[in-house]
């Protein structure tokens, strides 16, 4: 390795997900998710049998939520989201999973190719 060189190691959040599946697709380096929304994806990873869930949209920076025009106040930008979907399940699934599991709590969107999950302490609902 050359001296510029950096060693990155991607760390391991849990069973099924590293950090660099969340990072900000602009490469600032924001990675910084939430435990509590890992922790939510293992959990709809299980009651889908174990599928694997693909990760489109983690952390995302202040410029690069503009860029994607994402809400000003997007709970991407505190680590706190995730745009995904789990091999092999339609989102409509996913989402009514979410919305019966948690009817009270969590940011939850339905797309047509993908959920959107946030852990927010408030209940909030959209689809597109």
């Not at 809400?71 to 995904?84: E, I, R």
């Amino acid at each position: 390795m050359q001296p510029s060189e950096k060693f990155v190691i991607d760390e391991i959040l849990s069973r099924h997900f590293r950090k660099s599946e969340f990072a900000c697709k602009c490469g600032c380096g924001f990675d910084d998710v939430d435990p509590e929304l890992v922790e939510l994806l293992e959990e709809v990873r299980s009651y889908f049998g174990n599928r694997p869930i693909r990760i489109l949209s983690g952390c995302r920076c202040e410029s690069h939520n503009k860029t994607v025009g994402g809400s000003p106040k997007s709970q991407h930008m505190l680590g706190k989201a995730c745009d995904f979907y789990v091999d092999g399940v339609e989102s409509l699934f996913i989402t009514a999973y979410l919305r019966n599991r948690y009817p009270t709590s969590l940011g939850i969107g339905e797309y047509s190719s993908f959920t959107h999950v946030d852990v927010r302490s408030e209940k909030a609902r959209w689809s597109s």
